[in-house]
């Protein structure tokens, strides 16, 4: 994912799913140890409900 829709996609987490600040930093850190995608470990730490992961996979479809 390049840096501008990465951006958008953390501005999408943060203004439609009203995922916290503090979360997805929390989640970036996780990332950092544990690379994989960030929509699995807002889901696996329990930040993201499962609706709201499907959310995040429809935005990701459509970019």
Same mark, same amino acid.
């Not at 997805?24 to 994989?36: I, T």
């Given at each position: 994912?390049?840096?501008? !829709?990465?951006?958008?996609?953390?501005?999408?987490?943060? +203004?439609?799913?009203?995922?916290? !600040? +503090?979360?997805?930093?929390?989640?970036?850190?996780?990332?950092?140890?544990?690379?994989?995608?960030?929509?699995?470990?807002? #889901?696996?730490?329990?930040?993201?409900?499962? +609706?709201?992961?499907?959310?995040?996979? +429809? #935005?990701?479809?459509?970019?």
């Amino acid at each position: 994912m390049n840096p501008t !829709t990465y951006t958008r996609f953390l501005r999408f987490l943060q +203004d439609e799913l009203a995922i916290p !600040t +503090d979360s997805l930093a929390m989640a970036q850190r996780y990332r950092e140890q544990d690379p994989g995608p960030l929509p699995m470990i807002l #889901w696996q730490y329990g930040l993201v409900t499962l +609706d709201q992961l499907e959310r995040i996979y +429809d #935005w990701l479809e459509t970019v």
